[in-house]
């Protein structure tokens, strides 16, 4: 099964390989996750950059770094969007090969501290949940497990390097993760997804510092701004989890008061679980 094509699961598959059905579910999360992600988050602030440029999707080329199954490419695409994604996972391409390509959509196989596109190729480059992912071996079996690599700084400037270098200069990039400052981290996890507690000196998780200190050594004059998660999320995969059921309202809540409310200014802080980073080119 392909996460385009999502099934239901009872209790008796769940019971009979638990760990081959959370990944089977952990597909069918992630189609409904990017489709929700790009409709009720990316695709208005893309929109709206076209409205302060005056400009049509159609002529903004869009890249989508570490994309996944693909499903981000072609839904940016329906909406009018040049649209580009690269991934570099075996998994990726297998996936791939059986979607229903648009008009529009390029998928393509490359590491993303390497490019294979021309400086100032695309007017907004995005990234989600893919720099804590550079620089660090990762090992999930009955217990979820992660170490930073030798050159991890290094590896992850490179990154951000080259998503700037394929931006234009008026252009954006969007970078977003859980947030390395915050204690708990709810997205990395064993098939049991429990939430994960972690410290700041795991060098895995980037923090806002991290990353704006990263980018002003690559390019001083652009600016670097948090901004509120709200409406990125499903909740689908918390609410699984009693905590889920419980708090997923309120959290939404919160994310809307950091972007809405006064406490905007928390959206880069330690009190933000999930950082949104917007980097504007000068």
Avoid at 36 to 61: G, K, M, Q
Avoid at 62 to 72: E, I
Avoid at 94 to 119: I, K, Y
Wanted: proline share 7%.
């Amino acid at each position: 099964m392909y996460p385009h094509s999502p099934q239901r699961h009872t209790s008796a598959s769940l019971q009979a390989d638990p760990a081959h059905t959370a990944h089977l579910l952990a597909l069918e999360d992630e189609e409904i996750g990017v489709r929700y992600r790009i409709f009720n988050f990316y695709l208005p602030l893309f929109l709206a950059f076209c409205s302060r440029r005056r400009t049509l999707p159609a002529d903004v080329r869009v890249l989508d770094c570490g994309c996944g199954n693909g499903a981000s490419v072609e839904y940016l695409a329906s909406a009018g969007f040049r649209s580009f994604g690269i991934d570099i996972a075996p998994l990726r391409f297998e996936q791939w090969t059986v979607r229903v390509r648009q008009p529009g959509v390029a998928l393509v196989g490359a590491n993303a501290v390497a490019l294979p596109f021309a400086d100032g190729a695309f007017d907004i480059v995005f990234s989600s949940g893919m720099l804590e992912h550079v620089g660090v071996a990762e090992e999930c079996a009955t217990q979820y497990r992660v170490t930073a690599l030798p050159g991890q700084r290094q590896l992850r400037q490179r990154f951000l390097a080259e998503c700037l270098r394929v931006t234009k200069l008026d252009g954006i990039v969007y970078i977003d993760h859980p947030n390395g400052a915050f204690p708990v981290d709810f997205w990395h996890n064993d098939w049991r997804s429990r939430p994960r507690f972690h410290s700041p000196l795991q060098k895995f998780l980037p923090t806002f510092r991290e990353v704006a200190g990263l980018c002003k050594a690559i390019s001083p004059g652009c600016s670097v701004e948090a901004i509120s998660p709200a409406g990125r999320f499903t909740f689908r995969r918390s609410q699984r989890r009693w905590y889920g059921k419980l708090l997923s309202g309120a959290m939404e809540r919160y994310f809307q008061l950091l972007r809405d409310g006064p406490l905007h200014s928390l959206a880069a802080s330690p009190l933000n679980p999930y950082l949104v980073i917007r980097i504007e080119r000068h």
